[in-house]
């Protein structure tokens, strides 16, 4: 990784500054104030120390970083160089690499294969949502140990690498459902959480004025990952069965993410902490959760989650009602996420200058989108022009470039999914939302107006608290 040298005959060999040094004694967790943007916020939970740079930047890239006794290191730039965009594609790695984003297809295949298929849909739906359930719900409990201890990190990524490719692989010689719920949905999960945990923390170490735009590209692996898995796994079911199919994915896994731990790295190394001089316990800054700017960022995030889950549900379901053709009706959901990779990427960028205004354009663009383009969807090309345009404008979580996508609506919204769907009209295909699915089309619409409305209000907040 590339150093930024000292130039000695430009300063004065003055101890470093103690905004930016590593203290002796745990640092203050005192949370931000409101008139921080909402990305400057979830700062204050992701990380112990904290490293927010508005205004000293060249002072900054160029700092040297007091760590131990007598030892000083030269802090890499941010926003640029060889080290932070390494950071970034080990994260999008980390992000694009996943096993649950195929799960739909390898749940048709137990469904149909013995010794799975005597089990219930239900108990074979629990691989899959207790590998996401878990991954999303232990993360913040993840942050909050890693806060206290920092210089585990590193270890607990290859620990986690071990045990999760070697559960997977485990998995391969199971007989029993509940085998692979422990081995797959569980311990995959949790170590899935303890893999991805810390590029919430370093991503606002490593990027500050391009933060938007790196965490659009490491977020638009998801889309990336959801397009070519599928296929993948298909493939190889097709071809060899299960049980090798999980070995052939676990150990590829354990060569890709040994590459993606072995680059990712905090770009301010972790302090060298004596015993007893931990920080309090638990390293979480409470009052930053009734912050108006993290309220509202919160809701805005929550409508435009509730607003694509729909969406990448059921989009294949709506196109299947006018084709035939199984692999017309599924491609979509890969046009989709496809759109879903480069909108991750665009607003991202915006959000760089504005993140209210990536807000409010996601929010405005989605109901539009939702109410005409898949309203009157009468056609596959429609419907694919539909899975482009909302699949691009639909990325709103990029714009807070460090908030995780909203757990509740990755939980809750497959089941209210199911009673906006009316299967008993899937005959009509003559009016406005055709299919059964005119109610779930004005849920989207709506639900992305109120993030709409959502982004105003934080834009009014913020002007609120610049002028206070």
Request: charged fraction near 10%; include cysteine; proline fraction near 7%.
């Amino acid at each position: 990784m590339s150093r930024q040298p000292i130039e000695l005959d430009t300063i004065t060999p003055v101890p470093p500054s103690p905004a930016y040094s590593r203290p002796s004694t745990p640092p203050s967790l005192k949370p931000r104030t409101s008139s921080y943007p909402p990305s400057e916020i979830l700062q204050s939970v992701g990380n112990g120390v904290s490293t927010r740079e508005p205004t000293r930047q060249s002072s900054l890239r160029n700092l040297n970083l007091e760590q131990g006794e007598g030892t000083a290191v030269s802090l890499p730039p941010t926003d640029r160089g060889r080290g932070a965009w390494e950071f970034a594609l080990a994260a999008f790695i980390l992000e694009c690499w996943g096993y649950s984003y195929s799960f739909a297809t390898i749940l048709v295949y137990l469904q149909s294969t013995p010794p799975w298929s005597s089990s219930s849909l239900s108990a074979i739906s629990a691989i899959g949502s207790c590998q996401i359930g878990i991954q999303f719900c232990l993360s913040p409990l993840v942050v909050i140990v890693f806060r206290r201890y920092p210089d585990w990190v590193k270890t607990s990524l290859w620990v986690s690498l071990v045990v999760s490719c070697g559960s997977m692989l485990l998995s391969s010689w199971a007989t029993k459902v509940w085998q692979l719920i422990t081995l797959q949905g569980v311990m995959c999960g949790a170590t899935g959480a303890i893999l991805y945990t810390p590029v919430w923390i370093w991503l606002i170490e490593w990027f500050v004025e391009r933060r938007g735009l790196a965490g659009g590209i490491i977020w638009s692996g998801t889309g990336i990952g959801g397009f070519i898995f599928p296929f993948l796994f298909s493939g190889l079911l097709s071809k060899v069965g299960f049980a090798w199919m999980v070995r052939v994915w676990s150990l590829i896994t354990a060569v890709v993410f040994a590459f993606a731990v072995y680059i990712v790295k905090p770009r301010i190394p972790p302090p060298r902490i004596r015993k007893g001089d931990r920080g309090p316990w638990p390293a979480f800054p409470w009052k930053v959760l009734i912050d108006p700017m993290f309220v509202g960022m919160a809701l805005a995030s929550l409508f435009a989650s509730l607003s694509t889950f729909p969406v990448s549900l059921y989009l294949a379901t709506y196109a299947s009602s006018l084709t035939t053709s199984a692999f017309a009706a599924e491609i979509v959901v890969g046009i989709y996420n496809i759109a879903a990779s480069v909108g991750c990427t665009a607003l991202g960028y915006v959000s760089d200058w504005s993140y209210t205004g990536a807000t409010i354009l996601c929010g405005v663009l989605g109901t539009i989108i939702a109410l005409f383009a898949w309203g009157w969807a009468d056609t596959l090309a429609k419907t694919y022009g539909f899975a482009v345009l909302f699949g691009f404008s639909s990325q709103m979580i990029v714009a807070w470039s460090g908030a995780t996508r909203d757990v509740a609506a990755s939980m809750v919204m497959p089941l209210v999914s199911q009673k906006l769907y009316d299967p008993a009209q899937k005959g009509d295909a003559t009016s406005w939302g055709r299919f059964g699915f005119s109610r779930m089309i004005v849920f989207v619409g709506v639900t992305s107006f109120v993030s709409a409305i959502a982004g105003v209000a934080l834009e009014f907040m913020r002007r609120k608290y610049k002028k206070a």
